[in-house]
């Protein structure tokens, strides 16, 4: 159990466009999911923390302008890179956690590269 | 607010050596957990362990182990008779009781030649 996906696990886009990755808890509710961004040889940074039915709590130094997060249901959150530019390229990482539970299950990642 | 230091970059090991991974944490709280992921080149997360700040009892599963001392703060992980397919990046992270924001060390880079 406790399974989280990504979709998509890797999309290129044009700078300027908006790019939406998903993240779902297959089999169980996600009572808070948080999203991560990694650059190559870096360590995994939080950008938001959502929970479902309330607006997302962004990391001090994360615009949450050009990173939109939805999380409208117990099992599903989105990430919207708004006019993405290259260096928004990355890693974006999401985990989800249950009610009362102290652990974090990751989805498998999504691989963004803006061109 | 927590932080998790892991000193070690980078470590290159000959296929059967034991390699140790140091992790050291800080932590206001006395509830808080620890954990061991392994990042293989895909990029997948892989969950190694859990360990909670009141259970210090080492553990050992196969070729893993880990040694949680509170007194030094720090929980440190050691792979025996290394395998090739422990090349991967290692990371230890922290996750206090009343805040679920879990903090990340910067990884090890482990390689393992054959």
């Known amino acids: 159990g406790a399974v989280v996906s990504q979709h998509p696990s890797w999309v290129i886009c044009k700078s300027g466009t908006s790019v939406k990755i998903e993240c779902r808890s297959l089999d169980f509710q996600a009572t808070t999911m948080f999203w991560y961004r990694q650059f190559p040889k870096q360590s995994l940074m939080l950008m938001a923390t959502s929970n479902e039915g309330s607006k997302a709590t962004y990391e001090q130094g994360v615009e949450k302008d050009k990173f939109l997060i939805n999380h409208a249901s117990l099992t599903l959150s989105t990430l919207t890179v708004t006019s993405a530019h290259p260096e928004d390229s990355s890693f974006y990482i999401c985990?989800?956690?249950?009610?009362?539970?102290?652990?974090?299950?990751f989805g498998p990642g999504t691989r963004l590269t803006v061109t | 607010a927590q932080k998790v230091t892991q000193a070690q970059t980078e470590i290159s090991v000959v296929e059967k050596e034991d390699v140790t991974l140091d992790c050291v944490y800080e932590?206001?709280?006395?509830?808080?957990?620890l954990f061991w992921y392994k990042q293989p080149p895909s990029g997948e997360l892989v969950f190694l362990i859990r360990r909670n700040s009141f259970d210090e009892q080492n553990e050992i599963s196969g070729r893993y182990s880990w040694n949680f001392q509170k007194s030094t703060s720090s929980f440190n992980f050691t792979i025996t008779a290394s395998q090739v397919v422990d090349s991967a990046v290692y990371f230890c992270a922290l996750s206090e009781y009343n805040n679920n924001d879990m903090r990340f060390g910067a990884g090890t880079r482990l390689t393992v030649k054959p």
């Open positions: 985990s989800a956690t249950r009610l009362a539970a102290y652990e974090q299950y």
């Open positions: 932590t206001r709280d006395t509830t808080y957990y």
